[in-house]
């Protein structure tokens, strides 16, 4: 049986790649990056869906030379190529037999990506775009429609000389977009993960082997990281996470070689309060770091390399990844944007353990940045079908007695706070955004409103903000009575594109428009079933390219239009409306802190 073989390529302008492994289930802010932080137990730690291109790799471990990951690395020689080549190669029949089966990734920069199913991406600008001359969708983060993605199944079997599509795209390649672009591609054994050669012919091209460096660094305070290890059957809880991002600011400083980890160093403590984690010793950091592409096949045998390691010299070890900064595809296959930095990294704290203990202790930490549709993989369960990018649905996201307070807290807020329209009423909550400018000027947000909303939304890795916070600034209370709705509308570019919904008392359907549609008298391209104590998520292109509305309407009979996610109901497919309370959390992209402000309403 032949081996299974990938290719990977990266087209310059922009570079690529992401997707990555684990569990994610907190998001903690830093900064301007959403940190993820996991603890695990495993046999053997390994990668779930890993990032497909990456362009940079580092390997710390604690008082020791780390011969064996030397030899093991030497043994194992990783290669890539540079080429100069037309993107209409990737049409070319015989380059795709030769160089690419299933189940491997394929990634590039700034105008395409190729993935080991054999999926070819254009990532373009609005000029290059409209004179290409296929169909694509707007790019998510780009806005105003200034980068369009287009998606072409080169795989397909009847992708062939001849077909029509097939045909189009080739005349298009050769003539609307015919330049050379610069790549960076690898091609590996998917089973064992090395390298083999990319069969080329007529491009210029060149081999290039992925190179490593070695540095040490003597006389430093050493962490041993022993209070990260949790006790048997305990969950991480707030002091643990504080611990553990302790730990990920030490690893950084290693990584950078700062001077302020040497014992010998006292800076003045006006320019620096930095203390090491504690217990710590005084000791030595071995480091390994790459310089080329590389393979998640080859990270993952790094990781095996480097358990076998920590256990032998019974020291801790990290594995950190860098994957490229501007690329158009980012964790799982999600629209990445780079907007100031791009980040796209993990690293892996594998803790010391016993010789003869049968399980690895491991810390995970996720960097990404908030251009980036990526969720937390433990929503992909609730993740909608058929819909576009991106809608998820969680039924009974909050208990009946947690809707009951929140019922309650709504009906007796001050009278003050109810602004009536002609089909609803509502409340606003952290301030009332002005659609002039897009500013609003902030208010304190009550707890009621906070709890136990925020952190059930932290917990399944909701994040909302381009800021320090992940959490949401604003939110609106809306009250439907029978027969009530709100026509088709976009919450707009006042808000970060994504909002979440908890529905209360009863159900609703949210109805979905594509732009440009009338809204009086079109039908609706898809619906959503909200009912009580649900939570409903929207972002990424459902957010920027659909309208959503609900109809004025008594009662939904389910079985004329069955909504997307619908399940058999005991009360049957006719559901009379009640009334409804929808709390819509959202962030506000220009707040502005008010330093007079106060919690006037406190009830």
């Not at 672009?181 to 083999?196: E, H, I, P, Q, Y």
């Not at 949401?472 to 970060?496: C, S, T």
């Not at 497919?573 to 006037?600: C, D, E, G, H, W």
Request: hydrophobic share 35%; aromatic share 10%.
């Amino acid at each position: 049986m032949g081996c299974l073989t990938g290719l990977a390529i990266l087209m310059f302008n922009f570079v690529s790649s992401f997707e990555i492994f684990g569990k994610w289930p907190t998001k903690v802010p830093v900064q301007y990056l959403w940190e993820t932080i996991d603890y695990f137990k495993s046999n053997a730690p390994t990668t779930d869906k890993q990032e497909p291109f990456v362009l940079d790799i580092q390997l710390l471990l604690a008082d020791t030379q780390a011969e064996t990951l030397l030899q093991s690395i030497a043994e194992n020689e990783q290669f890539f190529y540079e080429v100069e080549a037309p993107l209409s190669m990737f049409l070319d029949t015989s380059f795709l037999e030769k160089n690419l089966t299933k189940d491997t990734y394929l990634d590039t920069e700034d105008v395409a990506i190729i993935d080991g199913d054999g999926h070819l991406v254009l990532s373009l600008q609005k000029e290059t775009y409209e004179a290409f001359g296929l169909e694509g969708k707007a790019a998510t983060f780009t806005g105003n429609g200034r980068r369009y993605i287009i998606t072409i199944d080169v795989s397909a079997p009847t992708f062939r000389p001849g077909n029509k599509t097939f045909d189009r795209t080739k005349w298009c390649l050769d003539n609307n977009l015919s330049r050379s672009f610069k790549m960076v591609m690898t091609r590996v054994d998917t089973n064992t993960g090395a390298s083999l050669d990319v069969l080329l012919s007529n491009v210029q091209h060149s081999k290039k082997p992925v190179s490593w460096a070695s540095s040490k660094m003597d006389g430093i305070r050493l962490p041993n990281f022993e209070t990260l290890k949790l006790p048997e059957g305990a969950t991480p809880n707030n002091r643990w996470k504080d611990e553990a991002l302790e730990a990920y600011e030490w690893l950084g400083m290693a990584t950078l070689g700062s001077q302020r980890l040497s014992v010998n160093d006292k800076p003045d403590p006006f320019l620096s309060v930095y203390s090491c984690p504690e217990p710590y010793t005084t000791g030595s950091v071995t480091s390994l770091r790459s310089a080329g592409l590389v393979t998640p096949q080859y990270i993952e045998n790094l990781l095996i390399t480097l358990r076998k390691e920590i256990k032998a010299k019974q020291c801790w070890g990290a594995l950190t990844v860098w994957g490229y900064r501007d690329s158009p595809i980012a964790w799982r296959g999600r629209e990445h944007g780079f907007l100031t930095s791009g980040e796209n990294d993990y690293t892996i704290l594998l803790l010391r353990e016993e010789k003869d203990a049968s399980e690895q202790r491991a810390v995970c930490y996720q960097a990404l940045g908030v251009y980036d549709t990526f969720m937390d993989p433990a929503l992909e369960p609730y993740k909608l079908q058929g819909v576009p990018d991106s809608a998820y649905y969680i039924p009974n996201f909050i208990s009946a007695a947690e809707e009951e307070y929140l019922i309650s807290k709504v009906q007796t807020a001050p009278a003050p706070k109810w602004v009536t329209l002609k089909a609803r009423r509502l409340q606003n909550w952290g301030g009332t955004p002005k659609v002039e400018d897009g500013k609003m000027l902030q208010e304190p947000i009550p707890t009621w409103l906070k709890e136990p909303v925020f952190k059930k939304l932290q917990n399944i890795g909701i994040g909302f903000g381009d800021s320090p916070s992940t959490e949401p600034n604003h939110i609106l209370v809306n009250e439907y009575l029978p027969g009530q709705g709100i026509m088709p509308h976009q919450d707009g570019p006042l808000y970060n594109p994504i909002v979440a919904t908890v529905t209360l008392n009863s159900h609703s359907i949210l109805n979905f428009y594509p732009h440009g549609v009338d809204k009086a008298t079109s039908e609706p391209e898809f619906s959503v079933l909200l009912e009580p104590r649900s939570l409903f998520v929207q972002t990424g292109q459902l957010y920027k390219t659909y309208l959503h509305g609900i109809a004025e309407v008594t009662e939904d009979d389910l079985a004329e239009r069955p909504p997307i996610n619908y399940h058999p109901i005991p009360t049957g497919t006719l559901l009379p409306r009640q009334t409804r309370i929808s709390l819509t959390y959202r962030q506000v992209k220009r707040a502005i802190k008010n330093p007079f402000a106060k919690t006037l309403f406190k009830h």
